[in-house]
Nanobody
Framework: QVQLVESGGDLVQPGGSLRLSCVGS????????MSWYRQAPGKEREWVAF???????NYAASMKDRFTISRDNAKNMVYLQMRSLKPEDTAVYYC????????????WGQGTQVTVSS
């Protein structure tokens, strides 16, 4: 069965750092574009970042220069390193896997809670 499981969410103070992880199973991880999304209470889900099989990355403007996405295909894992966290970063963070050659095939994790508060 296909699974994506996020971990690493926590309560942190403004200006702090946090590293999120997501492990995939049941599919050919190296063929998939991996992304992070987030959703705050009462708001729409928004895209955070993606990384391709070849390691190309892109970020939403509000996360540029603060967040870093990376992957380890040997471990079927994708990471999101977050720094200089702000209260508006508070949200449930989700990882997504999308087939690079068939965008109709995609999988979502269950999410992990990040809370930024003093």
């Amino acid at each position: 069965q296909v699974q994506l499981v996020e971990s690493g969410g926590d309560l942190v103070q403004p200006g702090g750092s946090l590293r999120l992880s997501c492990v995939g199973s049941g599919f050919t991880f190296s063929n998939y574009i991996m992304s992070w999304y987030r959703q705050a209470p009462g708001k729409e889900r928004e895209w955070v970042a993606f990384i391709t099989s070849g390691g190309n990355t892109n970020y939403a403007a509000s996360m540029k220069d603060r967040f870093t996405i990376s992957r380890d295909n040997a471990k079927n894992m994708v990471y999101l390193q977050m720094r200089s966290l702000k209260p508006e970063d508070t949200a449930v963070y989700y990882c997504k896997a999308r087939d690079g050659r068939n965008y109709r095939t995609e999988y979502w994790g269950q999410g992990t809670q990040v809370t930024v508060s003093s």
